[in-house]
Every structure is written in C-alpha cells, then in structure tokens.
C-alpha cells in the first residue's frame, strides 16, 4: 500500500533571539504526517515539540522566528504564504487543539457559538445551517444533549467536556490535519481513556492527527508513528511497535526504562541522570552526550547525522551498532 | 502508646460556599497510617485527597471528627499546645516553582524550619546542619548561596525535601511532589524519597493522581472518590485484584506503555464526576457505575473489610466472582 503524507517538513528552523544569545528550539527537524493515521512527537518539557506545532501553524510570538525549512501541505509550501492565506489555514485547512481548554475558549461566548465561529469564517453558511452543523458536531465528539450544552458557557462544562468542545470546534471544518498538543494532560484518567478513544474514532473516520505528548503511555496507545524529540532535535524516529520493541537511542531507551521501572514494580527506578540541558548552552555535538553513558570521544564535540537501523527506523546516534538494544 | 502513628475517626472537612451551602471536601475519613509505612493516597481531581492530607496534619482545621498523634487526641490543641505536633509533621508540596521564597537562597530556605523552632544555638552550627541536609538530598553543597530561579524543577524539589527533613519529622505529607517533573527527573525524586525513609525511618503520606508512582513507593494504598474512601488495601493486592468497581475503572484508564496491549475494548467510565456541593444520595459513585441497584441508590455503604482489602461497596463479594 502506498503511503501518502499530508504533511511534510523539512529542514525546519526556529529559534528565539533574546538578549542572552539564540536559543535553537526548533533545529533541523524534518517530519512527515502520514493520512489517516496518528503520528506523535515524545518529549520532555523543553525539547521543542510544542514549538515545532506553532511552526507549522506560524504560531510564533516575539522573539521566536522561523528561520529556514519547508512545510509542505499537500506540497504546498506554508512558509512562502502571505498572512491573509495563512489564515484560511489555520482553522481551515490545518485546526489544532491545547492542553488547557479553559485558557483556548472564550469565556463570555456560549460554546455553541465558539463552535460556529470557524464555520462562518471559513465557510459561507447561514446561520441556520452553522447551528445546525455545530450541534451534529458536538454531538459527534460525545457529548450528550448537543442542543442543550451548544446554549453552555464554558465555566458550566467539566474538563473534559471542555475539550470535546474544542475537538469539535477544530473538526468543524474538516481539517486535513489535527494538531493534538498534550490534548489529555490537565485531564484524569478516566477522562483522559474517553478523550484518547475519540482521536483514535476520529482517526478511523480519516482524519490524520499530530499528537504532541509527553506521556510514553499515550504515545503507545494512540501513535502509529513516533518521533522522538531532544533538546530541538529529532533524535529517533519509527512506526511505533518498531519503536517500543527496539528503542535504539540512549535517550529513548532511558526514557522508556524511566517509564517500564515504575510499572514493573522494580525496587530502584531507572532514572537518566543529570538534567535538561540549557538551550543556550549546548555542546557543538550530540546534545545528549551530557547525559549519555555510551558517551565516548567526539560524541560532544561532532553532531551525529539521523541514520537508517532498520527500514524505517532513524537515529540520530554516532554509536547505532555498536550499543544497539 | 498506640500502634498507629496517625489515626483520624470520621474526619470531615466542609468549606462554605455562600448561599448557605457547603462543600464537603472530605466526609467521614477513618484512617490509620503505621509507624514507618508509606500509605498512597489517590484519586481524580476534585475527590479530596489534598484537602485529607492537609487536614490531617492540621494544616485546615477539621469541621468534624477526631485526629490522634501516636494515640493522643490532637484535633482540638490550640496553636501553642500543638507546636511540639507541628515539628513531627511536615508536608512536600507539588510545586517546587510556587512553593520556594524566589528571594531567599538556599541556605536561607533550608534554615527557615530551624530558627522557627530554634533548633540550632549559633549561625555555624546552622550552616553545617544546613550543609548536612544539603547532603542527604543529593544537593551539591556549592550551591549554599544560590537563589531558587537558579535551579531546575527537579532541584528545587530537592529544596522542598530538605525543608520537610528538616526537623526530623515522623510524618511527611507528599502532596503529589512530582507531578510537576519529567519522567527522567521523576525517578531520581522517588528514588529519594524512599532511600530517605530506609534510612530516617520517616512516615509518609503520599499523594497523587499517578497510579504507577504510587504502586512503586506506596505499601499500602487508598482509594478516594467525592471525599470518602472507597478502598484500602496492601499495593499488591489492590493493583492485582481490586475489589471496588470505581478503583477498577481507573486502574483500566492508566494508558500502559506497550503499543501491543492496547486497550480497544475496554470498558471506559462515562459521565461526568457528582459535585460535592450536592453529594448523591446512598452510595457517591453510584451515578457512574455500571453495576449500581436500587440498594446502592437508597444506602450508603461503610468501609468493610473483605480479605486484606477495607471497602466501601455493597456489592463487592458478587462482582468478585
């Protein structure tokens, strides 16, 4: 079966130019969103996964900037648009959701409304057929008595209602791509499995989703293909079974023993030591070396190139081979 | 002197709200905690575990019920009278950004529980306890003079865990101190939390929404839903076998980091958590559960023991089969 990729970036460069020095969070990152499935970005807090959603939605404040690379949406180059034609992509073409509903909905508009409001603007509907569009959509992403709950303000709504609203405020249009950054973070549990099972639905019906997480457990859950981020780099990447069952860089085979520790009920729990490095001050080479105990001669000081392990399966790691899991 | 460290009987915690109504954070908590155990304490957002955890060490001032300290009722000491209390309970809180002083160093921050009880007679002395704690928490000593914007999340955790050991407490109240860290960092802080209580024989109450945190440093656990307890039992035998259908259902929606056992068809809990301002009549969770009858509608159910569990469900023995 062939694949096809809605989304591809290349080469993508963002950084923040602050009084202090260049602060690369976004480097050298090239990702493709395959259609119709879910493709994640694993990282900890830092490593550039949100920013590498913002990017692609040219979300940026002062003073972060996009400095170079390609987005290609359905091989047309985002970058190169004007601001006007951007923003019949935003919402249109491409919609994303956040991590916290209650910051991203407008607190004295009735959510029924919030729903409607990218219909009409991407759209020309009246208002009768908006409504009626945005009811079946609220009723699409799980949420009992749409007409009732379209005429709620977003205090009235839990959490997790709250981020159905969003879902369908960002599915109202019928994006292309979803963009999920931490979409079950400021979620419970039980909430969290209902919202996980409704990207999956949504997923299934052919929607195609970039799914920002942090959680390996969502990640494993949700994501057919994974992409591994580390202070702005892509440092692995592959389907994710491939993934899971070989882990080849030394930071996601740390992450994922952090993770399998805890749920393996070990007496001492595999850590990685050491902390985040500083953007500002990272080494010319591999930025993991700090932390790294396969660390040897040159890994600080030369940047190791992505390489192939296995077919589909790329490491950013001068020593695959050599340590391989 | 009694075997438990820390014992409440029927504690509750009501807030007012206006209008004459009244939150009930926590309800009727009886709940013992043992010399030297870790006891968890979990459940979702809003079930009141950190209302409990402050309540018990008198942090909130219960509205009803009872509190012993090593078999002596503390609930109703004044302030003056529950100091010597106050030194053997301290408490971690979640956020180490939001909980340290930015315009006090480290030295400053780790001392302040010293001069509050005037442990220490001259300044030199202080510094070497301050060093010493320093130590015992993995906190390079160079770091003395250093402010707290100056340090990571999971150092400045560190900062919190030398406050709290400060005083040679008995009893340290964890209020879900890692949530707020990476996975990497997350383990060193565990690791340190249960190396500390082997080596100072500490007693900790440890709070969190993470169950695979929980089940890794916990030896005993309890499970609360809209301010009461709905189980308790041993860390093995709750996550091997619980009996409560509420704890079953969030064990279930722990996503598990194995893309091979996805879990496709299970049942997920539906509908939304009852507000504790209008507490539901009979059992608190039978609005949500899938197995509720008449019988848990009308009465609610007290917290019995069934084998090495304590639950809170009329129909515990019939879903065991």
């Not at chain 2, 309970?89 to 950004?97: A, L």
């Not at chain 2, 040679?168 to 383990?187: G, H, M, R, T």
């Not at chain 2, 009858?293 to 159910?301: G, I, K, L, M, T």
């Amino acid at each position: 079966m062939e694949e096809k990729n809605v989304l591809e970036i290349r080469q993508l460069r963002t950084s923040f130019f602050t009084r202090r020095g260049e602060i690369r969070a976004v480097d050298d990152v090239s990702l493709d969103v395959r259609e119709g499935a879910i493709t994640g970005i694993v990282g900890e807090s830092g490593c550039g996964k949100s920013m590498t959603a913002r990017s692609i939605l040219r979300l940026l404040k002062y003073p972060g900037r996009l400095i170079g690379g390609e987005v290609l949406l359905d091989g047309r180059d985002l970058t190169k648009l004007t601001e006007k034609e951007m923003s019949a992509v935003r919402g249109g073409e491409i919609s994303m959701i956040f991590q916290e509903p209650m910051t991203s909905l407008n607190p004295v508009m009735r959510v029924g409304r919030q729903v409607e409001e990218a219909l009409r603007l991407h759209r020309r509907l009246s208002a009768r057929e908006a409504r009626e569009q945005a009811v079946a959509m609220l009723a699409a992403v799980g949420i009992a008595e749409p007409e009732k709950r379209a005429r709620c303000y977003p205090h009235e709504l839990s959490g997790g209602m709250r981020q159905r609203v969003m879902i369908a405020m960002a599915m109202i249009c019928k994006p292309r791509l979803l963009i999920a950054d931490e979409p079950t973070t400021a979620l419970d549990v039980t909430v969290q499995a209902q919202i996980l099972r409704l990207m999956k639905e949504l997923r299934d019906n052919g929607t195609s989703i970039l799914l920002i997480s942090h959680d390996l457990g969502v990640i494993a859950q949700v994501c057919d293909y994974v992409y591994v981020m580390y202070a702005g780099r892509i440092v692995e990447h592959a389907e994710v079974c491939e993934l899971f069952d070989h882990p080849t860089h030394p930071y996601t085979r740390g992450l994922l023993g952090a993770v399998s520790s805890l749920e393996s009920g070990s007496n001492t729990l595999q850590t990685i030591p050491g902390v985040v490095p500083n953007l500002l001050h990272l080494p010319a080479g591999c930025a993991f070396s700090l932390r790294c105990g396969e660390c040897r001669k040159g890994c600080a000081e030369h940047l190791p190139a992505l390489r192939a392990c296995a077919p589909g399966h790329e490491v950013r790691c001068h020593r695959i081979g050599e340590v391989n899991a | 002197m009694s075997e438990y460290l820390l014992e409440s009987r029927n504690l509750s915690m009501d807030f007012p709200i206006g209008h004459g109504k009244r939150l009930h954070a926590v309800s009727e908590v009886s709940l013992q905690i043992r010399e030297g155990e870790i006891l968890g304490l979990v459940g979702e957002s809003g079930c009141g575990k950190s209302t409990l955890g402050r309540t018990l060490i008198r942090l909130l001032q219960p509205t009803g019920g009872e509190l012993f300290f090593r078999g002596e009722n503390v609930t109703k000491l004044r302030e003056r009278d529950f100091r010597p209390y106050r030194r053997q309970m301290q408490m971690i809180f979640q956020d180490p950004y939001a909980s340290l002083d930015p315009r006090m160093d480290v030295r400053a921050l780790i001392a302040e529980p010293l001069q509050t009880h005037h442990v220490c007679a001259t300044a030199a002395e202080m510094t070497a306890r301050v060093l010493e704690l320093m130590e015992a928490v993995g906190l390079p000593g160079e770091f003395l003079h250093r402010y707290p914007h100056q340090f990571s999340g999971g150092q400045r955790q560190r900062i919190g865990i030398a406050r709290a050991i400060a005083l040679d407490p008995a009893l340290i109240v964890c209020d879900e101190p890692v949530s707020a860290l990476d996975v990497s960092v997350q383990n060193q802080i565990l690791n340190l939390l249960k190396e500390l209580r082997d080596r100072k024989h500490l007693t900790y109450l440890f709070i969190s929404h993470d169950l695979s945190v929980v089940r890794f440093l916990a030896d005993r656990v309890c499970v609360m839903f809209l301010g009461r307890i709905c189980e308790i039992a041993p860390t093995a035998s709750l996550y091997e076998k619980p009996l409560h259908p509420y704890t079953r259902f969030l064990l279930n929606a722990v996503p598990k980091c194995d893309p091979h056992a996805r879990s496709e068809e299970t049942a997920l809990l539906t509908g939304e958590v009852p507000s504790p301002v209008e507490v539901p009549s009979g059992c608190p969770f039978h609005t949500r559960c899938p197995y509720a009858d008449a019988h848990c509608q009308s009465d609610r159910p007290a917290l019995r023991t069934l084998g090495d569990h304590a639950v809170a469900c009329h129909r515990a023995e019939k879903l065991l089969q």
